[in-house]
């Protein structure tokens, strides 16, 4: 049994190991922050049609009508779910099943991790001059499932290469799932924008099922839960992001 200064000990070393990606991912995100405050954005005028206008009280009920939002809503609650889910236990993961050191581990989340989140958003942006954004969000999703897969029975140094390979095909799905769910909304655009956005609440609430998971079984097992998420993103890219003829018509 450890010391109390041992534990300490340790803390602060584990503490330590994760300090040097985490600062240079927080300078990335801050210079990048002071640049859109320097550039000058046009603003958005949306043409409206009196027609079209909408009050407040009936907006909510307006916007639920829309089966492809809703799709889009759940779909975003999911991905923004297995995102945290795969980014907040990388390196208990790593430990576990491929039996690296935290420092080790802290690396390959910093920039393994990261640089295949980056360039799988340029790779996917490329391949959608090719594809349409359903589709390839579709076969993204696949990938993830099966990757999930793999990282749930392997272990060594493929373990972490297979949830870098997660990082990699997730990257495109809250930008498409977005687009996707706001199509042809109309005056409804605004409001159900920003249940999209609400719908980050996931991010919240599937971790710690994760964590539950992880500590009744395994965190390999874990996996499980992002899984389930593409599974949904999956549906979405391949039957919920249709619109209907219901959302078209004029309510």
């Given at each position: 049994?450890?010391?109390?200064?041992?534990?300490?000990?340790?803390?602060?070393?584990?503490?330590?190991?994760?300090?040097?990606?985490?600062?240079?991912?927080?300078?990335?995100?801050?210079?990048?922050?002071?640049i859109f405050a320097f550039?000058?954005?046009?603003?958005?005028?949306?043409?409206?049609?009196?027609?079209?206008?909408?009050?407040?009280?009936?907006?909510?009920?307006?916007?639920?009508?829309?089966?492809?939002?809703?799709?889009?809503?759940?779909?975003?609650?999911?991905?923004?779910?297995?995102?945290?889910?795969?980014?907040?236990?990388?390196?208990l993961y790593a430990t576990?099943?491929?039996?690296?050191?935290?420092?080790?581990?802290?690396?390959?989340?910093?920039?393994?991790?990261?640089?295949?989140?980056?360039?799988?958003?340029?790779?996917?942006?490329?391949?959608?001059?090719?594809?349409?954004?359903?589709?390839?969000?579709?076969?993204?999703?696949?990938?993830?499932?099966?990757?999930?897969?793999?990282?749930?029975?392997?272990?060594?140094?493929?373990?972490?290469?297979?949830?870098?390979?997660?990082?990699?095909?997730?990257?495109?799905?809250?930008?498409?799932?977005?687009?996707?769910?706001?199509?042809?909304?109309?005056?409804?655009?605004?409001?159900?924008?920003?249940?999209?956005?609400?719908?980050?609440?996931?991010?919240?609430?599937?971790?710690?099922?994760?964590?539950?998971?992880?500590?009744?079984?395994?965190?390999?097992?874990?996996?499980?839960?992002?899984?389930?998420?593409?599974?949904?993103?999956?549906?979405?890219?391949?039957?919920?992001?249709?619109?209907?003829?219901?959302?078209?018509?004029?309510?």
């Amino acid at each position: 049994k450890m010391t109390a200064s041992a534990q300490q000990l340790a803390l602060a070393s584990e503490a330590s190991s994760v300090k040097t990606p985490y600062l240079v991912l927080g300078i990335i995100i801050t210079v990048i922050a002071i640049i859109f405050a320097f550039l000058k954005l046009p603003e958005i005028v949306e043409d409206e049609n009196p027609d079209q206008k909408v009050s407040n009280d009936n907006a909510f009920v307006r916007a639920f009508k829309h089966t492809h939002l809703n799709w889009a809503i759940a779909a975003q609650f999911f991905y923004v779910g297995a995102q945290v889910c795969v980014f907040s236990f990388f390196i208990l993961y790593a430990t576990e099943a491929a039996g690296i050191d935290r420092q080790t581990a802290a690396w390959y989340a910093g920039f393994g991790v990261g640089l295949a989140f980056m360039l799988g958003r340029f790779v996917g942006t490329f391949l959608m001059k090719f594809y349409k954004p359903s589709n390839l969000l579709a076969i993204y999703s696949i990938a993830s499932i099966l990757l999930c897969m793999v990282a749930m029975t392997v272990s060594g140094i493929l373990a972490v290469y297979t949830v870098i390979g997660i990082a990699f095909f997730m990257s495109i799905m809250f930008p498409t799932i977005f687009s996707l769910g706001i199509k042809d909304l109309g005056s409804d655009t605004k409001f159900g924008s920003s249940l999209i956005i609400m719908s980050i609440v996931g991010g919240a609430v599937l971790p710690p099922v994760m964590g539950y998971i992880a500590d009744v079984a395994t965190i390999q097992i874990g996996y499980i839960v992002p899984l389930v998420c593409f599974a949904v993103v999956f549906v979405f890219g391949i039957y919920g992001h249709k619109i209907s003829d219901k959302s078209l018509n004029k309510f």
